[in-house]
Every structure is written in structure tokens, then in C-alpha cells.
């Protein structure tokens, strides 16, 4: 069996207090995007999980993490042999880690016939990562507490130019939070979604989550990925960001004739992909 597996990007993201478990309270808007991994399962007397990256150690694979949250439930499932063809750039902000654990539970959810609701793949994939319940709807989702309370957002559509801009900078996730203990975090978390979504559609991109907190920390550290947004907003973005704590930066553009000039004049120094929302 061979699922796609999907990445994302965050529209804005907030992050709030510090909740009682570790992990901090956000909000932010995630838009799922066809750049795609490839998950392939096979039934097999031996469990194992391998990406062709080589950079990933199995036991700390989120599709290991899956397969182990799926049989805690369903003891009596065979072992499977997993296989992940990486395009996704991998600590990026994009999301493919979560969303290849993601990939595993539907996939194994289908292999197996176990008849799952999407509310119950969700709450399984929440014990993956913050991120990886996203992917069970994908498409647009408004979310909150950890990133894994959802709410889905339809007919919005942003402009279906979007480039990525990965400069091969790894970020620690768990650095950057460390980084916004020692600043005011947005404790007000009464977002104003439909104002947020109004904005949205007229692609004006004005309220205030739009900004994404953790750029203060990254641009700081790393002047170059702060230039990155600012040479894609000089080509004609409607908005860029950082997407999650980053490196990867991207760019919502009305016209593919500005992104593909953009990308012209940033691939030849970093790794960049057209891609669309889905």
C-alpha cells in the first residue's frame, strides 16, 4: 500500500502560555500543500521503519511512533515494514515528520480494516505530534491548544501561487520556545476568526495572527532566512512567513509569473518548490 503524505504551512502563528504538560498553547492557521512524501506499508513478520534520507533513526521515526499508537489499541495487528520516500525537507517547519505518522495510521487503518472514524484517527494522530491530527482533514484548519483542537475552515481559498524557500538551516524547535520564555507571550487567545477569515479572502493579511512569533527568534539568529522573506515580498507576495519555527520561508503570490522570477533569482542558491494549496 502507498499513501501520499501531505506538508503544510502556518498562516501566522501565535504562541500563547505554557500549559500545565510542557507544551505551549498557540494559535495559528494551517493551509495542507501537495509538496508530498511517499508512505509505502507492507505486512511483514518483522516490524521496521526506514526513510531514504538516512537521517532519521527508526525508533525516533514518527511513523514508529504511529504504528506503536495504533497497536497499543490493537495488540492483535501483524508487524509491518515501513518505507518513507522523502521530499519534504525534513525540520523545516513543513510538517512531514507529523504528517508521515499521519500517513502510517490511515494507511494501517485501511491495510488492516479497523474502520476508524476521522475522529478517532485524529485523537490517535494527536499522540504523535502537536501537528500530525492536522493531516487527518487537511485542507485549511484553524488550530488551537497544542495545534491539535481544529476547526475546519471552508470556502476560503488563497492565492494558488505558493513558493517555498528552504535554506538548509536547522532549527530547534525546542530552542526557539526556550527563546520566547524570556519574552511576553500573547496570553489573550480571543482570536477574532471571522474578521481573521475576511482578511483572508481579500488577501490583506492585517490581523494580527498573521505574524509568526518565532520569526523574532530566527531572524535574530539567522539574518539570512529574515532577508529570504523580505527579497520574496520584493518580487510580490501578498504575504510571506516563516512556516512554523522554520527555516522554511514561503511566499502566497497572486501571479505565478512574479513567484517563478522570485524563484528564479533564489534557487540558485537555496532549495525552492512551486507548490499549491490544497
Given amino acids: 500500500m502507498e499513501i501520499k503524505s501531505t506538508s503544510k504551512i502556518n498562516i501566522g502563528l501565535h504562541v500563547h502560555n505554557r500549559r500545565s504538560d510542557g507544551f505551549h498553547n498557540i494559535s495559528t492557521l494551517f493551509q ?17 521503519c526506514n526513510t531514504d534520507c538516512g537521517t532519521i533513526i527508526e525508533k525516533n521515526n514518527f511513523g514508529t511512533k504511529a504504528f506503536n499508537v495504533l497497536k497499543a489499541k490493537y495488540p492483535k495487528i501483524p508487524n509491518v515494514r515501513i518505507s518513507i520516500k522523502k521530499i519534504i525537507p ?12 499521519t500517513a502510517v495510521i490511515v494507511g494501517l487503518n485501511d491495510l488492516f480494516k479497523l474502520k476508524l472514524s476521522n475522529k478517532e484517527l485524529s485523537e490517535m494522530a494527536s499522540k504523535v505530534s502537536s501537528d500530525s491530527a492536522f493531516f487527518v482533514n487537511g485542507g485549511m484548519q484553524f488550530g488551537t491548544s497544542r495545534g491539535e483542537r481544529l476547526d475546519i475552515i471552508q470556502n476560503i481559498q488563497i492565492p494558488k501561487h505558493i513558493l517555498l524557500v528552504h535554506p538548509g538551516i536547522k532549527i530547534s524547535t525546542k530552542e526557539a520556545f526556550n527563546h520566547l520564555k524570556n519574552h511576553l507571550l500573547n496570553e489573550d487567545m480571543d482570536i477574532n476568526l471571522s474578521q481573521l477569515l475576511r482578511e483572508l479572502n481579500n488577501y490583506t493579511f492585517d490581523s494580527k495572527l498573521f505574524k509568526n512569533d518565532f520569526e523574532m527568534y530566527v531572524f535574530k539568529t539567522h539574518p539570512e532566512i529574515g532577508a529570504i522573506k523580505l527579497k520574496i515580498l520584493d ?7 516563516l512556516s512554523g519555527t522554520g527555516s522554511t520561508v514561503f511566499g502566497i503570490f497572486s501571479s505565478k509569473k512574479d513567484l517563478l522570477k522570485a524563484q528564479s533569482f533564489l534557487s540558485p542558491q537555496y532549495s525552492t518548490y512551486y507548490v499549491n494549496p490544497i
Fill in 32 to 48: 495542507e500543500i501537495n509538496l508530498c512524501d511517499t508512505v509505502e506499508i507492507i505486512e511483514d513478520k518483522i516490524f521496521s
Fill in 90 to 101: 525534513t525540520k523545516a517547519g513543513l510538517g512531514g515528520g507529523s504528517s508521515n505518522g
Fill in 235 to 241: 518580487f510580490g507576495a501578498k504575504y510571506a512567513s
